[in-house]
């Protein structure tokens, strides 16, 4: 079923705040299948087990290029060092170093100053003219 999957700076304009997601692999080639992916079906069932919402994203939006979607993940937890379900999230993704847990995968987050950058975007029509002209 087709399905219209957000840029992760739009996700972080909506919300008002800094952005927290999951990116895999990225020099996946064309013979391997994000959808197959062990470490994101592991980080899926663990954020589904902790009730923890998330949805597919894209990269940062861009009007110089156009990305396929690898799979990312935003995951709608607040990017605050004393937030008790960040803290479970960074725990599981990340060792105490801040390296990440997992081979495959980055925990990332975008900040909200950098997603406002691209505020225009969020005008009526502004893809659609976008589109017409690339």
Known sequence: MPQVIRHIDAIAREKQRN???VIFHEHLGDDIDWKELPIRKTIIDWLDKHN????CCGHYASENMMCSYRGQIYIDVPFD????EYQKLRDFL???D????????????????????NSHHDAPGFWENWAENF
């Open 81 to 84: 060092e004393s937030n008790p």
């Open 52 to 55: 923890m919402q998330w949805e």
């Open 98 to 117: 801040g390296t990440m847990r997992y081979a495959g995968m980055k925990f990332c987050y975008d900040t909200l100053d950098h997603a406002m950058e």
């Open 19 to 21: 952005v927290l997601f």
């Open 94 to 96: 990340e060792h105490p």
